[in-house]
């Protein structure tokens, strides 16, 4: 039969094992500044875990009661949980972080600690002893506990929309697979977080269960982070961030040039109205129509099917700065991801009704796509594969699939 010593124990040394493993990972990606001082947080979250359990398990708190494994476990998840989320927003924001971001935490651990002592101190009995007043101060502590994760979690959900964001406006195939772990990181925070006054207050066979979940959830989230800081994946990352501030910067740039022109007009013209791009909040008529021209003659050219076409070649082939391609997009509604594979998806059923006995190998290296970027892509926007989209345009019985 599995005892809660069993589990705590195994709990420590899993734990201590995880640590060991951010502490002596070495690859050259995982070098750089930002990496490792992420790396350290995050290990000092899975040694604090360690500390936790293996105290539990040495006084044998939960033996002696729910009160006192509680006072214990707030004290230690708290850090827990705040450095888990200072590692992967630190990776976020490349070492960029607000003040709030860092305080927060600290502050609602000294708060919680602080309620907890004037509870113990003021009920009349021994401490860690089990009185109304210390129950009420634990669950008050838990609520801190949720209120603090749930601030970190939409923190870390606007910089996990920034980054995708990032990602949309550079490459020319979707590179969400990147950030799978991360997205699924920071739900399971959120979701350990809210489910906390189950893990600190529960006991029995249900407690058990929800341990297994916490600790596959932890392994999960430090396993992923490795396999990423190892990846290629940062540097990609950083390429397509560096690209969003550039652009920005350069947007920022001519609407500081176009509200002075504005400015000046209107003093010239004596009253006259600001033209629609004044101010530089968007691309103009005629601005967008010689864009447009500029785009129709790149895709007569194929321009569209390079493989590898990143926004800056392509936005150096249709002849114009990078930044005007991503606006001219933006004002259309469109990512640069979701363009080029709406125009590649376009090449591709013309190929297909043009040369209907071609493989869809050849198909897709004639539109840029890799075979199975192809089909994914193709049944993505037309509802049907290839070999029907062909079947269908060439007069079969075959019948359309639809999503």
């Given at each position: 039969?599995?005892t809660?010593?069993?589990t705590?124990?195994?709990?420590?040394v899993f734990?201590?094992?995880?640590?060991?493993?951010l502490l002596?990972?070495?690859?050259?990606?995982?070098?750089?500044k930002?990496a490792?001082?992420s790396?350290?947080l995050?290990a000092m979250?899975?040694l604090?875990?360690?500390l936790?359990f293996?105290?539990?398990?040495t006084?044998?708190?939960?033996q002696?009661g729910?009160t006192?494994?509680?006072?214990?476990?707030?004290?230690m998840?708290?850090?827990?949980?705040f450095?888990?989320?200072w590692?992967?927003?630190l990776?976020?924001?490349r070492g960029q972080?607000?003040?709030?971001d860092?305080?927060l935490?600290?502050?609602?651990?000294?708060l919680?600690?602080?309620?907890?002592?004037?509870a113990?101190a003021?009920?009349?009995?021994?401490?860690?002893t089990?009185?109304p007043?210390?129950?009420?101060?634990e669950l008050?502590?838990?609520?801190?506990?949720?209120?603090?994760?749930?601030?970190?979690t939409?923190?870390e959900?606007?910089n996990?929309?920034?980054?995708?964001?990032?990602?949309?406006?550079?490459y020319d195939?979707?590179?969400?697979h990147?950030?799978?772990w991360?997205?699924?990181s920071i739900?399971?925070?959120?979701?350990?977080?809210?489910?906390?006054?189950?893990?600190?207050?529960?006991s029995?066979?249900?407690?058990?269960?929800v341990s297994?979940?916490?600790?596959?959830?932890?392994f999960y989230?430090?396993d992923?982070?490795?396999?990423?800081?190892?990846?290629?994946?940062?540097?990609r990352?950083q390429e397509?961030?560096e690209?969003?501030?550039e652009v920005k910067?350069e947007m920022?740039?001519?609407?500081?040039e176009n509200?002075e022109?504005?400015?000046?007009?209107?003093v010239?013209?004596?009253?006259?109205?600001p033209?629609?791009?004044?101010g530089?909040?968007m691309?103009?008529e005629?601005?967008?129509?010689?864009?447009?021209?500029a785009?129709?003659?790149?895709?007569?050219?194929?321009?569209?099917?390079?493989?590898?076409?990143?926004l800056?070649l392509?936005?150096?082939?249709?002849?114009?700065?990078k930044y005007?391609?991503?606006?001219?997009?933006?004002q259309?509604?469109?990512?640069?991801?979701e363009?080029?594979?709406?125009?590649?998806?376009?090449?591709?059923?013309?190929t297909?009704?043009?040369?209907?006995?071609?493989?869809?190998?050849?198909v897709?290296?004639r539109?840029g796509?890799?075979?199975?970027?192809?089909?994914?892509?193709?049944k993505?926007?037309?509802?049907?594969?290839?070999?029907?989209?062909?079947?269908?345009s060439?007069?079969?019985?075959?019948?359309?699939v639809?999503v």
């Amino acid at each position: 039969m599995v005892t809660f010593q069993m589990t705590q124990f195994t709990a420590a040394v899993f734990m201590m094992v995880l640590t060991m493993k951010l502490l002596l990972l070495h690859g050259r990606r995982s070098v750089s500044k930002v990496a490792t001082n992420s790396r350290w947080l995050m290990a000092m979250g899975t040694l604090t875990l360690s500390l936790q359990f293996a105290l539990q398990l040495t006084l044998g708190l939960r033996q002696m009661g729910v009160t006192q494994a509680v006072l214990l476990n707030l004290a230690m998840f708290m850090p827990t949980s705040f450095l888990f989320s200072w590692s992967v927003m630190l990776l976020q924001r490349r070492g960029q972080m607000s003040r709030t971001d860092w305080l927060l935490g600290p502050i609602a651990w000294l708060l919680t600690m602080a309620i907890l002592a004037i509870a113990a101190a003021t009920d009349g009995q021994p401490l860690l002893t089990d009185t109304p007043e210390l129950r009420h101060a634990e669950l008050t502590g838990s609520a801190i506990f949720i209120l603090m994760q749930g601030y970190y979690t939409v923190r870390e959900s606007m910089n996990l929309i920034a980054m995708q964001r990032a990602l949309q406006d550079y490459y020319d195939k979707n590179k969400y697979h990147m950030l799978a772990w991360m997205k699924l990181s920071i739900t399971l925070l959120m979701m350990l977080s809210m489910t906390i006054p189950l893990i600190i207050f529960g006991s029995g066979k249900w407690l058990m269960m929800v341990s297994f979940i916490f600790y596959f959830a932890i392994f999960y989230l430090v396993d992923s982070f490795c396999s990423y800081l190892n990846s290629n994946a940062p540097e990609r990352m950083q390429e397509a961030e560096e690209n969003a501030d550039e652009v920005k910067r350069e947007m920022k740039r001519e609407a500081v040039e176009n509200a002075e022109e504005a400015k000046h007009k209107m003093v010239e013209d004596a009253g006259d109205e600001p033209s629609e791009d004044d101010g530089g909040a968007m691309l103009g008529e005629e601005a967008m129509k010689a864009i447009d021209e500029a785009v129709a003659a790149w895709k007569a050219q194929g321009g569209h099917c390079q493989t590898g076409l990143l926004l800056p070649l392509a936005a150096a082939g249709i002849g114009i700065p990078k930044y005007k391609l991503t606006y001219w997009l933006h004002q259309q509604g469109l990512k640069y991801t979701e363009w080029i594979a709406e125009l590649r998806v376009e090449e591709a059923k013309r190929t297909i009704e043009a040369h209907p006995d071609w493989q869809n190998e050849a198909v897709a290296e004639r539109c840029g796509f890799t075979e199975r970027t192809l089909l994914r892509t193709f049944k993505k926007l037309t509802g049907m594969t290839p070999t029907q989209y062909a079947m269908q345009s060439h007069g079969t019985t075959q019948p359309q699939v639809t999503v």
